[in-house]
C-alpha cells in the first residue's frame, strides 16, 4: 500500500511539474512577443524604460495602477481610453488612442509590461481573458 502510494505521488509530482514548466514557457514567449509589441506601438509615450512622461503619459514600470487595475489596463490597450487616473500617487488625465492590436497580441503586451521593470504578475493574461473584456 505504501508503495502505490509513493508511486502515486511521485507520478503526480511529475504531472504538476510539467504542468507548470509548460506554464512558464509559455509565458516567457508571450512576454516576449509582447516587448516586440510594446517596441512597435508604445515605447514612443511609455519610452524604453517604462517611466513615461510625468503628467502626461503615465508609467509602467513599478506601476500600482497596472497590478490593482488588470480589467481596467487589458481595455485600455484594446480600445483606448481617456480621463482621469491615478498612478503611483500622480494624476494623469490623457488621450490613448486604440492601437488596433488582436486580444492575443493585447494579452502579449499586457504579459510583458506586467512582468517589466519592477512589475510582477505570474497570473499570465489570456487571449480569452481579454475577449471577454467588452468596451
Known amino acids: ?20 514548466q ?26 524604453p524604460n517604462g517611466k513615461g512622461v510625468e503628467r502626461i503619459y503615465p508609467p509602467l514600470a513599478n506601476s500600482d495602477y497596472l497590478i490593482k487595475n488588470r480589467e481596467a489596463s487589458i481595455k485600455a490597450i484594446k480600445f483606448g481610453m481617456s480621463g482621469d487616473i491615478v498612478v503611483n500617487g500622480k494624476k494623469y488625465n490623457s ?8 486580444d ?7 504579459n510583458y509590461i506586467s512582468n517589466s521593470w519592477g512589475n510582477k504578475n505570474e497570473k499570465m493574461v489570456t ?3 481579454v475577449s471577454k473584456i467588452k468596451k
Not at 488621450?95 to 488582436?102: I, R
Not at 492575443?104 to 499586457?110: G, P, R, S, W
Open 104 to 110: 492575443d497580441e493585447v494579452a502579449d503586451v499586457m
Open 22 to 47: 509548460t506554464n512558464t514557457n509559455t509565458l516567457k514567449s508571450s512576454i516576449e512577443r509582447g516587448q516586440e509589441i510594446y517596441t512597435d506601438f508604445c515605447i514612443s509615450c511609455h519610452l
Open 95 to 102: 488621450v490613448m488612442a486604440p492601437l488596433g492590436l488582436s
Open 1 to 20: 500500500m505504501k508503495s502505490l502510494l509513493l508511486s502515486l505521488f511521485v507520478t503526480l509530482s511529475v504531472i504538476f511539474s510539467s504542468f507548470s
Open 127 to 129: 487571449k480569452a481573458e
